[in-house]
């Protein structure tokens, strides 16, 4: 007769470093010392907190713990220590991990663990930005009342071959998390401001903003993300308009029009050879919107004749090699200045560029000119939060998410491209 499978209920922790390839290319021995003495204080708190550590390879530790609650403490620990160990250590030799964390059956062989409970883990881990920690809604069920930090509901992922999407949270224990968040919501008063300040749950609005990617965060100081621009370069202040709070399209699209030439021209200082010739390809979207994902600016996009499939939206598959999408972005700012925001690029690369990321190149480059950073180049680390997010429009949309459909151009002939 056959044995049967053993199988257990168990929390799995999975850890990795980000850019640790980029890491690795540009000082192979410091790296592994650093990684050393990293995993010297990852796998002494796991210990700590009863996990036991059963996989990992090169940069990646897999551990199981018998409670989540254990296993998201830990995980608090690890990102706490690791951020004081970063702090002696140059910006661009950090070792920075993501942490997923998920509650689920596996099975066991060996003390080895598999099944779909290891493999959500995994995708959690690919989800959370660098020193962050993703949980599965497993998790967080069972963490929220007891582990004392807040969680932000990011959405619905899917998995690969998991039918289901998996509901993930965000963690957030760094007080910059949690401070931006607790002035929000003080602002919105009561009940909600005593559900901060007790620091227990910070979830923030449902729907499709929050699953993207809430403006309230946003004010978080994060050197990753977009919210940081402002602090690295003074964005250029064009001018005053009246009435910011009832911006009409046609508005929007005047304030784009006094604006574009300038913009350009500072994109242009990068050398990136797009970002000087980006606006004269086909724009996909009728006026300036407000892109909540992308720093709650107004953003516009465009393709090269390359990128014409971009044109068909849902159903345009995977792109070629040497497509280009560019997003520019200004913003009104609430006492009425018009100030620009960074240009963003996605260029397909030749297969084996980026495997992980679909051959993208993310770049983006600031008001100012500066590059801010590029896939697999300068400031790498820098614009990995952009593959973390746009991994999750899936691979069937070749990680694309496209214009909100109120503001698509419709096309004769998609497909064909501008010029
Ligand atoms: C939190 C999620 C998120 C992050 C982070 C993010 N994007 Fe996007 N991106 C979107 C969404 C959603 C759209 C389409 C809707 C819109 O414009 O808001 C989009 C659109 C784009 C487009 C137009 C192509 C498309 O997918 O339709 C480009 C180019 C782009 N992003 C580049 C970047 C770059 C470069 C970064 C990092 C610097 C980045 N994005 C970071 C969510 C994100």
Redesign the pocket.
């Known amino acids: 007769m056959e044995r049967e499978v053993e199988r257990r209920l168990t929390t799995i922790l999975a850890a990795d470093v980000a850019g640790y390839s980029r890491l690795m290319s540009e000082d192979e021995e410091g790296t592994l010392a650093r990684l050393r003495q990293a995993r010297e204080i990852i796998d002494r708190l796991i210990a700590r907190h009863n996990g036991r550590v059963f996989g990992g390879a090169g940069d990646s530790v897999m551990a199981e713990f018998p409670s989540p609650v254990q296993a998201v403490r830990c995980a608090v620990q690890i990102q706490q220590e690791l951020e004081r160990f970063n702090a002696d250590l140059p910006e661009a030799r950090r070792m920075l991990f993501r942490i997923g964390i998920n509650l689920g059956d596996v099975m066991v062989e060996n003390g080895n663990l598999f099944g779909d409970g290891v493999n959500i883990a995994d995708r959690l881990q690919g989800l959370a930005a660098a020193g962050e920690i993703c949980i599965a809604d497993g998790v967080y069920q069972q963490v929220r009342n007891k582990v004392p930090v807040g969680y932000e509901r990011l959405g619905r992922y899917s998995v690969r071959h998991i039918a289901e999407p998996v509901l993930v949270y965000r963690v957030l224990a760094r007080p910059e998390d949690v401070r931006p968040l607790r002035r929000a919501l003080a602002r919105l008063g009561g009940r909600s401001r005593t559900l901060a300040l007790a620091g227990v749950v910070l979830l923030l609005a449902g729907g499709v903003a929050a699953w993207?990617?809430s403006g309230l965060l946003q004010k978080a100081p994060r050197p990753e993300?977009?919210a940081a621009i402002p602090d690295i370069a003074v964005p250029t202040r064009h001018f005053r308009v009246e009435n910011p709070a009832e911006l009409s399209e046609a508005d929007a699209l005047t304030i784009y029009d006094r604006i574009i030439d300038d913009m350009v021209a500072a994109y242009r200082k990068s050398g990136d050879p797009s970002a000087g010739t980006y606006y004269r390809w086909r724009r996909y979207n009728t006026v300036p919107?407000l892109?909540?994902?992308?720093g709650r600016r107004y953003?516009n996009?465009y393709a090269n004749a390359r990128a014409g499939a971009?044109g068909l939206y849902g159903r345009a598959g995977t792109l070629p090699a040497g497509s280009i999408?560019?997003?520019d972005a200004f913003e009104v700012t609430e006492n009425g200045d018009v100030v620009t925001g960074?240009l963003?690029?996605?260029e397909k690369m030749e297969p084996g560029f980026n495997p992980e990321g679909r051959d993208w190149r993310?770049?983006?480059i600031l008001p100012d000119g500066t590059l801010f950073g590029t896939t697999n180049g300068p400031g790498s680390g820098r614009?990995e939060?952009?593959q973390?997010?746009?991994i999750a429009?899936g691979d069937e949309h070749d990680h694309?998410?496209?214009?909100?459909k109120p503001y698509r151009v419709r096309f004769l002939n998609p497909g064909e491209g501008g010029d």
């Not at 892109?291 to 992308?294: G, K, R």
């Not at 694309?400 to 909100?404: A, E, N, Q, R």
């Open positions: 993207l990617w993300d977009f919107y892109s909540a994902t992308h953003v996009n971009y999408l560019a997003k960074p963003t690029l996605m993310y770049t983006m614009v939060f952009c973390n997010c746009h429009a694309l998410f496209f214009i909100p």
